[in-house]
């Protein structure tokens, strides 16, 4: 070996021990119950981002499958407001375990693979994260959770130096449509020097009547409802109004009288986040999902499963995942040895009712989407296509109109993409920096029903590159 490639070879060799030497051990996880044998290292812990409050969030950091030190970071949030990332993101979707009956198996798509994963229980009072201040809840709105996002961010970093230089991605679903954007912009226009490359957001709430409107389009245009249940949306209550007087809790009886004949026939055996998927028949109604409201499905009852299929392709999916994932992080064994505790609440939720806040419901982030984009952060936008809650049909629009007011070109026609031999879902690029895409099959939690078709999109994001073709 020549001599310049044996100084770096030691150089990388010495980095990656004093990595791994600067880790807070305190935070290390030493083996989750039921955990398979694993080569890379996990963290969880909390981060306090308010002192005289007592307020802290808790997070869960997986390390990369193998070179973590060369690899990305990539921060996930779910939406709600109120759904937890880690009892949602990390272990129903794309982390590296999924819950089955008292072990964990390992997850074949996780994201891990090609990234170091941050998922942040955010806002305070989501999953394990809380505030000893009660107040706290009542006055919680988009721009007080962005701020704790931005806290917890520097003082995450302060725990993990060696994570500070990294590429870093923010990614994230539902109502992170509004977290992420918020926070990019946040990380944008502070002093906290952080190498963004990009941000995805899944079947994101970006702006209230458009995303809540399509709704009424994808029952009729996928046979949920009748033409003449449709024609009553159209004319008397569409979705976003109908919304609207539940939450002000004043229902015009043109918009009961719709409510009652299009609930009628999309029943409670249809599960709105994946309308081609089964249930799971043992749960009851989900809470998790978009915005966490029944009201906020729009004209229909809740869910009995998140968006989970039995079967999708050749991957085999579990109905009951919410169900497993509840009860595995409820056992006092597995909360020890994530370094969790309850605060203010006797039990693990994976959506919290007192997270639950409407403040900024109807608050457009499409705009704050085309900033980042102006300032040079691509953005990729994207959908499953199975999803009534916040259908690809308003997320499309909303997206094309975007690049039209930035004056962005067509880089990439929409066209079919390609995950193997089979069609992934449909893509459109503008300007090589704003991207949508559906992913063929998936629900509102893409990766949890198609794990395989959503780690490619993944890999795309982080490449920066178009998704594949034929």
């Not at 590296?96 to 009956?101: D, S, V, Y």
């Not at 798509?109 to 989501?126: D, F, H, I, R, T």
């Not at 949306?233 to 939450?247: A, G, K, P, Q, Y």
């Not at 949508?436 to 990766?447: E, K, N, V």
Request: neutral net charge; contains cysteine.
């Amino acid at each position: 070996m020549k001599s310049g490639k044996w100084i770096a070879f030691v150089a990388l060799i010495h980095a990656c021990l004093t990595a791994v030497e600067s880790l807070p051990k305190a935070d290390k996880i030493v083996a989750l119950p039921g955990q398979p044998r694993v080569t890379f290292q996990h963290f969880s812990g909390y981060l306090t981002v308010d002192e005289k409050q007592k307020r802290a969030l808790f997070y869960y950091f997986v390390e990369a499958e193998t070179m973590p030190a060369s690899k990305p970071l990539v921060l996930w949030l779910n939406g709600g407001p109120g759904c937890s990332s880690i009892g949602a993101g990390a272990f129903t979707e794309h982390g590296p375990f999924k819950p089955n009956g008292e072990a964990l198996e390992k997850n074949k798509y996780s994201w891990n693979k090609e990234a170091n994963m941050l998922y942040l229980e955010s806002p305070a009072g989501v999953g394990f994260s809380y505030s000893a201040n009660n107040s706290f809840y009542s006055n919680l709105n988009d721009e007080v959770a962005a701020r704790d996002n931005l806290v917890f961010l520097e003082r995450w970093f302060v725990k993990f130096p060696e994570y500070k230089n990294r590429d870093f991605y923010i990614t994230g679903e539902s109502y992170a449509g509004h977290y992420v954007p918020q926070l990019a912009q946040l990380i944008i226009h502070s002093n906290l020097k952080l190498n963004l490359k990009g941000i995805a957001i899944g079947n994101p709430l970006l702006e209230f009547a458009t995303d809540m409107n399509s709704v009424d389009q994808y029952y009729w245009s996928h046979g949920l409802i009748s033409d003449s249940a449709y024609e009553l949306l159209t004319s008397f209550c569409n979705s976003s109004r109908l919304m609207r007087e539940v939450i002000r809790r004043s229902i015009s009886s043109d918009c009961m009288s719709v409510y009652s004949e299009v609930s009628t026939e999309i029943t409670k055996s249809i599960d709105q986040y994946d309308v081609i998927a089964d249930v799971c028949l043992s749960s009851g109604q989900s809470p998790m999902a978009i915005l966490s409201h029944s009201l906020l499905s729009g004209p229909q009852h809740s869910p009995q499963a998140d968006g989970l299929s039995q079967q999708q392709v050749s991957v085999k999916v579990d109905p009951c995942i919410q169900d497993e994932t509840t009860k595995y992080l409820n056992r006092k064994d597995v909360q020890k040895a994530l370094h969790a505790q309850l605060v203010g609440t006797t039990s693990w939720n994976l959506c919290n009712k007192f997270v639950q806040y409407m403040a900024n419901l109807e608050t457009p982030t499409i705009h704050i989407v085309g900033s980042i984009v102006k300032s040079g952060i691509p953005v990729m936008v994207y959908s499953g296509d199975q999803d009534s809650v916040i259908p690809f049909i308003g997320t499309r629009i909303l997206v094309y109109k975007l690049a039209k007011v930035l004056g962005l070109n067509t880089t990439v026609p929409y066209r079919p993409w390609f995950e193997g031999k089979q069609v992934g879902g449909w893509t459109q690029v503008y300007g090589d920096i704003l991207s949508f895409a559906t992913i063929r099959g998936a629900s509102h939690t893409a990766p949890a029903s198609q794990p395989e078709r959503s780690l490619a999109l993944f890999k795309a994001v982080l490449a920066g590159k178009p998704l594949p073709g034929a």
